[in-house]
Antibody, heavy 120, light 110 residues
């Protein structure tokens, strides 16, 4: 059974960075892309970017360019999302989700989500 | 990239059918058959319900169906049930080689 398990909730001060992990299991890690999606409190879903676990190539949404870094560790089947220069508007739940290799298409399954709170 | 436009809310009685629209442009919804739909219950992660406009993943009820006409995609839920009450989001591939979500629709079962 395919699972994506994310790291726990974080509380950060404005200006700090946060690193969220997403550990995959139940399939061959390098044969699917991983996406990151954000959901602010009471708001909709927002696509942040994608990483190809096979070669490590990434594509970020323009809104997050320069502040987000997505990396992977193939030895542990884990993907990481690092967001820097945090501000209060970055508060929300961050999801990782699996997508098909070679296409920006569907997301399935999703991780359980990681709540990041940015507050002074 | 602007979010795709969905109605804020749609409601129906048990057993009825409802349709949720998702309107974009020729650079996203209208240009590709990479439209998918997600169901999200409060406090939970989204769940894939439809992909590639009209394909249902294994395990998803056949009461859910998808279609597209021009720049607008639609999700229809037939035989509405209490457990269908949730938020629904569409998503589309874009010409900028990115993905964009819809604004989300709250479905209420009366």
């Amino acid at each position: 059974q395919v699972h994506l398990v994310q790291s726990g909730a974080e509380v950060k001060k404005p200006g700090a960075s946060v690193k969220v992990s997403c550990k995959a299991s139940g399939y061959t890690f390098t044969t699917y892309y991983i996406h990151w999606v954000r959901q602010a409190p009471g708001q909709g879903l927002e696509w942040m970017g994608i990483i190809n676990p096979s070669g490590g190539s990434v594509k970020y949404a323009q809104k997050f360019q320069g502040r987000v870094t997505m990396t992977r560790d193939t030895s542990t089947s884990t993907v990481y999302m690092d967001l820097s220069s945090l501000r209060s508007e970055d508060t929300g739940v961050y999801f990782c989700a699996r997508g098909p290799y070679g296409a920006y298409n569907w997301f399935d399954p999703w991780g359980q989500g990681t709540l990041v709170t940015v507050s002074s | 990239q602007s979010a795709l436009t969905q109605p804020a809310s749609v409601s129906g009685s048990p057993g009825q059918s409802i349709t949720i629209s998702c309107t974009g442009t020729s650079s996203d919804v209208g240009g590709y058959n990479y439209v998918s739909w997600y169901q999200q219950h409060p406090g939970k992660a989204p769940k894939l319900m439809i992909y590639e406009v009209s394909t249902r993943p294994s395990g998803v009820s056949n009461r859910f169906s998808g279609s597209k006409s021009g720049n607008t995609a639609s999700l229809t839920i037939s035989g509405l049930q209490a457990e269908d009450e949730a938020d629904y989001y569409c998503s589309s591939y874009t010409s900028s080689v990115t993905l964009v979500f819809g604004t989300g629709t709250k479905v209420t079962v009366l």
